[in-house]
């Protein structure tokens, strides 16, 4: 069967905006005449027949929900201000975002609170970001689901994707990049240490196979995989005890924004010449370790992209285009202080 023809085709074609295309083809201002006959005259070509549903929905306003954590907010703002774009690209579609805050990705309940309040002012889609569920916040997202109401899990999967689509980090391929990188650099007869965030979030599950599959086994030993809750006197404390127990530690990889605390330790003990430090994320507080030498790299998971891409990935589900069980994963890049300037306009 011959894939239908969309608008987001149209707009990959002419290397312009889908929010361009619709305001063409539908005859709003703020297009030249000239854009306006070549959107047209593209459609054509490529055999573009109007969406009656996505239509329908233009006409009416779209609400969104959209659950997002406060913390950390070394995190948290970006993906934020991710989301806020992705609305504003849709703002021509009639699309309204309506925003719920919990403390942290370990607040289940004020999640459940938020997506039953959700439910009430009848949103066509949420977005979520999954926290350490147990069947009550399980089941209430498979009953909003059966109810017709579309949900979109961002930052990672919803435990087995039940009906959701998913845009979030390739964190394997994270965790691969850490290992692979203090594998190139480091010694041989190394040793290295692991932080990360909690066990039982798969995300961070990720980032530690993955580093556990690409460091070079025979050439360096992980002394242990160690979890900081992405607590910062936590992440403090557990490396001031890596570093008496194992003074000759030479590197340690920070699956989360904790990374700050591990580099001040370091630093305050005068190691930071003498262990490498990978850690995740762009934030200011972190730049200032990449430039004073304490971390030697970071890895990029670029928060803003994953929260726009999560309000297209609803928009294209709520307008008929498929995306339950579709995952959207970034590509993570390897920050150091000699590329640091091309990521200036991120953080």
């Not at 779209?62 to 995190?75: D, N, R």
């Not at 989301?83 to 579609?93: I, N, P, Q, V």
């Not at 309204?96 to 309940?109: A, P, V």
Request: proline content about 3%; overall charge positive.
């Amino acid at each position: 069967m011959k894939k239908r023809v969309t608008i987001h085709d149209i707009a990959s074609e002419l290397n312009i905006s889908t929010t361009t295309v619709n305001k063409a083809l539908s005859g709003k201002p703020k297009v030249s005449e000239k854009m306006r006959s070549l959107v047209v005259e593209t459609a054509a070509s490529m055999g573009y027949l109007p969406n009656k549903s996505a239509q329908a929905l233009a006409r009416r306003e779209l609400k969104i929900g959209v659950i997002v954590s406060k913390t950390p907010e070394e995190y948290s703002k970006y993906i934020l201000q991710g989301f806020e774009k992705g609305f504003e690209d849709f703002r021509d579609f009639n699309v309204r975002g309506i925003f719920k805050t919990i403390d942290n990705l370990t607040s289940t309940e004020q999640s459940i609170k938020a997506i039953r309040e959700l439910r009430t002012l009848e949103v066509d889609g949420i977005i979520i970001q999954p926290v350490m569920g147990y069947k009550e916040y399980v089941e209430l997202i498979e009953k909003t689901i059966k109810s017709g109401i579309h949900v979109v899990a961002s930052i990672s999967k919803l435990y087995d994707n039940i009906g959701t689509g998913c845009v979030r980090i390739n964190s394997k391929v994270v965790g691969q990049m850490a290992g692979e990188f203090m594998s190139l650099v480091l010694p041989r007869e190394s040793k290295v240490a692991v932080f990360t965030s909690n066990h039982e979030m798969q995300i961070h599950r990720e980032y530690v196979e993955g580093f556990k599959k690409f460091i070079n086994k025979e050439k360096i030993d992980i002394v242990g995989v160690f979890e900081t809750k992405d607590i910062e006197y936590v992440a403090y404390n557990l490396t001031e005890e890596i570093l008496k127990k194992y003074p000759d530690i030479n590197g340690i990889y920070v699956t989360s924004y904790v990374s700050v605390p591990v580099c001040k330790c370091i630093r305050e003990h005068n190691r930071h010449n003498d262990i490498m430090v990978i850690g995740q994320d762009l934030f200011p507080a972190l730049v200032e370790n990449l430039i004073n030498k304490s971390l030697t790299a970071t890895i990029f998971q670029d928060q803003f992209l994953q929260g726009r891409k999560a309000v297209e990935m609803m928009f294209n589900s709520l307008t008929g285009k498929k995306v339950n069980g579709d995952e959207y994963l970034v590509i993570p890049k390897l920050v150091m202080e000699s590329n640091l300037s091309c990521y200036k306009d991120q953080y």
